[in-house]
């Protein structure tokens, strides 16, 4: 008996513990239900990032392709006929203006030279002497034993001699002019190309013998279709801040460290393209630019002052036009419609719709409608950056 009712007495307590863990069971269950309740509220509630709305300046930038050019470029050229004897610099190497370059056969032009200042001292002599024969004539004329015509033929010899010594003084210095042609020189500093002849060849009048370019500093050319040059003439009349000033992306995607400026703009469109030629100037003091290199150049087409700018991706569209997202202040989605300005790359310019300090929806309004409240979320670093108005 004693054993049963221990069994008995056992059998009521495993009951009673039963019941217990049932009651603690429903507590724990209607906990949980609260909590998945809450969840699932919070999961229906739309998740979105804002962006503080604030004006600021911001540039319209285009990037163009381009080419750089030597400053100067020059052909070197044989100005007369000869012999090249030596040639006297180092190719690829930098010459400055003045610099021998070339030295061809002297020779034959100083034998021009002398047969020219043999010419001119006949010359002279012959003036001379019909100096001479004009004086006598004048005083033959004078007693009566010389007629007016032979006076006449002597003086007209006189004339014929001081023509005859003008055109001899001349010869003389277009010989000297010659003998300085055989030593070529530098017309600029800059760098030098490969000798286009060598040593020992016959020259002409207007023979190639190398190229010399000045790279410091260069010119980069480029194009603006027409809508783009319609633009910066524009901003260049209404606002003294857009001067022309470019920047400028090597071959391998760095930034060149100088700015440059444009120096001259073509007065036509070419009819072909569609296109107005610009160039701009910059240092190139480490010969980092080369002549023939193709870069892409970054000029400001305009200026925008104390605007509204905001991503374009915020920006919805129903039947009455543009509209955005904003969250007003019980966190609830605010449909607005907005006018719309300019646009600067990702970035669009808002005229009315938006003011400072409104909360714009420019993530999760997709789907969103107005009066939906909303979760907000702070957004991250990038987000901000990318967001933020700026340059293009």
Same mark, same amino acid.
């Given at each position: ?73 020059? %052909? =070197? !050229? $044989?100005?007369?006929? @000869? ?7 180092? #190719? /690829? +190497?930098? *010459?400055?203006? &003045? ?83 055989? %030593? =070529? !020189? $530098?017309?600029?500093? @800059? ?7 060598? #040593? /020992? +060849?016959? *020259?002409?009048? &207007? ?186």
């Amino acid at each position: 008996m004693k054993k049963h009712a221990w069994s008995y007495e056992f059998v009521a307590l495993k009951s009673l513990t039963r019941l217990a863990c049932l009651t603690g069971a429903m507590v724990v269950l209607t906990a949980c239900g609260g909590e998945a309740e809450m969840q699932e509220e919070e999961t229906r509630t739309p998740t979105v990032t804002v962006l503080e709305v604030e004006r600021s300046d911001a540039d319209l930038i285009q990037e163009y392709a381009g080419r750089v050019r030597g400053a100067r470029e020059v %052909e =070197v !050229r $044989a100005r007369i006929a @000869g012999v090249i004897l030596d040639r006297t610099y180092q #190719e /690829g +190497s930098h *010459v400055e203006k &003045g610099d021998l370059l070339f030295r061809l056969d002297p020779i034959p032009m100083r034998i021009q030279l002398r047969q020219a200042e043999a010419a001119l001292a006949n010359g002279r002599a012959e003036l001379q002497q019909a100096e001479r024969d004009w004086e006598r004539a004048k005083q033959l004329f004078d007693r009566g034993a010389l007629s007016a015509s032979e006076r006449d033929r002597s003086r007209s010899q006189v004339e014929l001699g001081r023509a005859g010594v003008a055109q001899a003084e001349a010869r003389v210095d277009e010989a000297k002019v010659n003998l300085s042609y055989t %030593e =070529v !020189r $530098a017309p600029l500093s @800059g760098s030098t190309s490969l000798e286009v002849l060598p #040593e /020992g +060849s016959l *020259v002409q009048p &207007g023979s190639l013998l190398t190229n010399i370019v000045r790279q410091d500093p260069v010119h980069v050319t480029f194009a603006l279709p027409e809508r783009d040059a319609a633009i910066q003439r524009a901003a260049l009349i209404e606002d003294d801040s857009v001067n022309g000033k470019v920047s400028m992306e090597l071959p391998d995607g760095a930034q060149y460290h100088l700015t440059g400026q444009v120096d001259f703009t073509s007065n036509r469109i070419d009819n072909a393209t569609n296109t107005i030629s610009l160039r701009a100037v910059f240092d190139n003091p480490e010969q980092q630019l080369i002549p023939g290199q193709f870069v892409r150049v970054r000029l400001v087409l305009r200026r925008f002052h104390d605007q509204i700018l905001v991503p374009a991706e915020a920006i919805g569209a129903n039947s009455s036009g543009p509209t955005v997202f904003v969250v007003d202040d019980e966190s609830r989605a605010e449909l607005r419609s907005v006018k719309l300005g300019g646009s600067i790359g990702d970035l669009q310019i808002i005229t009315d719709g938006l003011e400072v300090g409104d909360r714009l929806i420019v993530n999760g309004q997709v789907g969103l409608d107005p009066q939906t409240p909303v979760n907000v979320a702070r957004p991250d670093a990038a987000t901000t950056a990318a967001n933020a108005p700026g340059r293009e």
